[in-house]
């Protein structure tokens, strides 16, 4: 007669081999900002504020821009005051 009791399955041997490339790592990206000491954040000036924004007007999110959190807030507030004085769209039609 057959031993089952041996008989046990060894299913989670190679979960470290799953590798998943949808979690690959992604090279950092460096704060525009930080990088560039010249740098000056301008609400008046609609070119410069036009990278940090999609093309309905929207503000990107801090991995697209690769902002750090300090700058990403000046980001916001510049783009924020360009809109006021309607320099940047608030959003566009399509
Ligand atoms: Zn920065």
Avoid: W
């Avoid at 010249?38 to 697209?64: A, S, W």
């Amino acid at each position: 007669m057959a031993d089952k009791k041996n008989n046990k399955r060894n299913n989670n041997k190679n979960m470290d081999e799953d590798y998943n490339p949808r979690f690959r790592k992604q090279r950092k990206k460096v704060c525009a900002l930080c990088s560039d000491k010249n740098f000056v954040l301008d609400y008046k000036n609609p070119e410069q504020l036009r990278k940090f924004i999609n093309d309905k007007g929207k503000i990107l999110p801090r991995r697209t821009t690769g902002a750090c959190a300090k700058h990403q807030r000046d980001i916001t507030i510049a783009v924020k005051r360009a809109r006021h004085i309607a320099i940047l769209p608030y959003a566009t039609k399509d």
